[in-house]
């Protein structure tokens, strides 16, 4: 069964650095997501992307965030100049677009450690 | 503004129970509303997607059910097993068209053998 990937599983950087999470939603969906969850908290979304541009975001989402499709097949999220509350689970998900199944799959996530 | 609340935030119960485990919406004027599991350190997976004009979805042991105009969803989980136990949460868009998900802080289930 296709899924969402994600690389890598564990991230540890310093504060201030940049980052990148990699993501590969399933291979025919049209819709892309970023989502993370802090250590104990609810999943928070953080930007949708459609058609090789923004198409929500939440207003966690500042300048210090960008999201990128280089390819076909890789969405990228990019978090510059880390600071310590950007540890998290970071989440990538996709969805078909295809009407009447809205069901966003998720991908195992990427743990984010900023020291 | 969506909230999602979830009751209880844990539940133990011994193998063979049926059990139910509620959400709660405050905007009602969602198109769907989705179920998905997660264990402990790991991704979320998609467990039931419920349409607005539904009023019941099921999927092996689970049953979602929704009732929009009060703002509620319940999982029913049939037979429990100990490979059920994980935190179980619900999300619904922000809003009507959003493709936003609002998640609840989840049920930590546990199924005791």
């Known amino acids: 069964e296709p899924e969402v990937t994600q690389t890598p599983s564990h991230q540890v950087t310093q504060m201030g650095q940049e980052v990148i999470l990699r993501c590969v939603p399933i291979?025919?969906?049209?819709?892309f997501y970023w989502y993370r969850q802090i250590l104990g908290q609810k999943v928070e979304f953080l930007v949708s992307?459609?058609?090789?541009?923004?198409?929500?975001k939440s207003e966690i989402f500042d300048d210090q965030f960008s999201v990128e499709r280089p390819d076909g097949s890789n969405f990228t999220l990019k978090i510059r100049s880390t600071k310590l509350e950007d540890s998290a689970m970071y989440f990538c998900?996709?969805?078909?677009?295809?009407?009447?199944?809205?069901?966003?799959?998720f991908g195992p996530g990427t743990r984010l450690l900023v020291l | 503004k969506q909230e999602v609340t979830q009751i209880p935030a844990a539940l133990s119960v011994p193998e063979g129970e049926n059990l139910v485990l509620n959400c709660s919406f405050t905007?009602?004027?969602?198109?769907?509303l989705q179920w998905f599991r997660q264990d402990p350190g790991k991704g979320l997976t998609s467990l039931l997607l419920?349409?607005?004009?539904?009023r019941e979805q099921t999927s092996g042991r689970l049953n979602a059910s929704l009732d929009k105009s009060s703002g509620r969803s319940t999982l029913y989980i049939a037979a429990s097993q100990p490979g059920d136990s994980a935190t179980y949460l619900c999300?619904?868009?922000?809003?009507?068209?959003?493709?936003?998900?609002?998640f609840g802080k989840g049920t930590k289930l546990t199924v005791n053998p």
């Open positions: 998900a996709s969805s078909s677009g295809t009407p009447g199944d809205e069901t966003q799959y």
């Open positions: 291979s025919n969906h049209l819709y």
């Open positions: 992307f459609y058609n090789n541009e923004i198409s929500e």
């Open positions: 905007d009602s004027a969602i198109y769907n």
């Open positions: 419920i349409q607005s004009s539904q």
């Open positions: 999300a619904v868009p922000r809003e009507g068209g959003s493709e936003k998900l609002v």
